[in-house]
């Protein structure tokens, strides 16, 4: 009986050491983030403009605003949880192509921005940016995007105001459903600081909605997106399967580049 408490004792220590660890560092796992000096210049082709905002605590948010030769409105723009705007940079470029302006921000802790992170913080950061947007066009000129991590923080802006659509590439239902995945034994629901819930914003979004996910996805499990879909009115989404999509390459398909085009024509 001794033996087994003792067993018992340390097992149930390892546990809450990792759940501890989980808790403090969980930052560490969720941004993959990249700094860049303040002094770094940004090299994209066409025309841009670099931004810096300042939150009303005082954090800076670097942003670039990509300009199209005659847009037909703009895309603001939420990335994943790697890198920061000197990979973004190109790959929103395609969007450029496409005849829109394109707004994106580096999150804090990104690139040049700077400053205390939370999830409170963060939606805040996003709706500094939407008022920014709204200065220079019509809301209904406003399209949303979110990729990945950046979905739950473009499904919470859709929910409180009233943009021309949102596009999800790789979308969660919730953030603490795809990291119950990789830590079963945790109840992630309490343990997890950045719980973006991307199904209960959508409740009171007033837009079409566009998720776009691939069947291989290793990171955000392709039926993640389709509960997600799922929690939608039929009339108002509408989900493109990528065949054999993994979670960083929807782009390299002819399928995906053809229904984006599509969809923003």
């Given at each position: 009986m001794k033996r087994l408490l003792i067993v018992g004792s340390s097992?149930?220590?390892v546990y809450l050491?990792?759940?501890?660890?989980l808790y403090k560092f969980q930052e560490r796992f969720i941004f993959l983030d990249g700094e860049l000096d303040d002094s770094y210049e940004f090299q994209f082709e066409g025309a841009y403009e670099e931004l810096n905002l300042t939150a009303p605590d005082g954090g800076k948010l670097n942003a670039l605003h990509f300009k199209a030769d005659s847009a037909k409105g703009l895309i603001l723009y939420f990335h994943g949880n790697r890198g920061n705007l000197t990979r973004w940079g190109d790959v929103v470029n395609d969007y450029v192509k496409l005849n829109y302006d394109?707004?994106?921000?580096?999150?804090?802790?990104?690139?040049?921005?700077?400053?205390?992170?939370?999830?409170?913080?963060?939606?805040?950061?996003?709706?500094?940016?939407?008022?920014?947007?709204?200065?220079k066009y019509d809301e209904q000129e406003i399209t949303l995007y979110g990729r990945s991590l950046g979905t739950g923080i473009a499904s919470w802006l859709a929910g409180k105001h009233r943009p021309k659509r949102l596009i999800l590439e790789t979308p969660y239902y919730s953030l603490s459903?795809?990291?119950?995945?990789?830590?079963p034994?945790?109840?992630?629901?309490?343990?997890?600081?950045?719980?973006?819930?991307?199904?209960q914003y959508l409740k009171t979004a007033d837009c079409p909605v566009y998720i776009f996910h691939g069947t291989e996805d290793s990171v955000v499990p392709y039926k993640s997106a389709q509960k997600l879909y799922k929690s939608l009115p039929p009339d108002q989404v509408t989900f493109f399967t990528i065949e054999g999509g993994e979670h960083k390459n929807l782009a390299t398909f002819d399928t995906f580049r053809k229904q984006?085009?599509?969809?923003l024509k």
């Open positions: 097992l149930l220590f050491l990792g759940a501890f660890m394109v707004l994106i921000m580096d999150y804090r802790g990104f690139g040049k921005s700077r400053g205390k992170r939370s999830m409170k913080i963060l939606l805040e950061d996003a709706e500094l940016f939407y008022q920014y947007a709204l200065k459903a795809v990291a119950q995945r990789y830590y034994i945790y109840p992630s629901k309490l343990a997890l600081r950045y719980n973006f819930k991307s199904h984006i085009k599509e969809v």
